[in-house]
């Protein structure tokens, strides 16, 4: 009932910048908080950035004052801006929404994810 599709990784050197973007669509009622989270091969998937509707913004130690998440409502699009990526930030970067779908005449609650996309960061 949700589809998140993300765009905006690749191939940048170390100390270089990307953007990712993850647009949200269907039968969306509400949006409580979309994110992202990133998975490196042989470890677990990660928080990376989370927003939480009402403004709080919640970042990985790891990440903090090189990455900035925001959002735009009315788009149901949030974005990851990265600045001073690191070798270690290469990893498959997932968007996650959370929030409230219409059916009929009900609302369902829904936590859908993206397909992922690469960002690999060269040393």
């Known amino acids: 009932q949700v589809q998140l599709v993300e765009s905006g990784g690749g191939l940048v050197q170390a100390g270089g910048s990307l953007r990712l973007s993850c647009a949200a669509s269907g039968s969306i009622f509400s949006i409580n908080a979309m994110g992202w989270y990133r998975q490196a091969p042989g470890e677990q998937r990660e928080l990376v950035a989370r927003d939480i509707s009402g403004g709080m913004k919640n970042y990985a130690g790891s990440v903090k004052g090189r990455f900035t998440i925001s959002r735009d409502n009315a788009k149901n699009t949030v974005y990851l801006q990265m600045n001073s990526l690191k070798p270690e930030d290469t990893a498959v970067y997932y968007c996650?929404?959370?929030?409230?779908?219409?059916?009929?005449?009900?609302?369902?609650?829904?936590?859908?994810w993206g397909q992922g996309t690469q960002v690999t960061v060269s040393s």
């Open positions: 996650k929404a959370e929030g409230t779908y219409r059916s009929g005449t009900s609302n369902y609650a829904f936590g859908s």
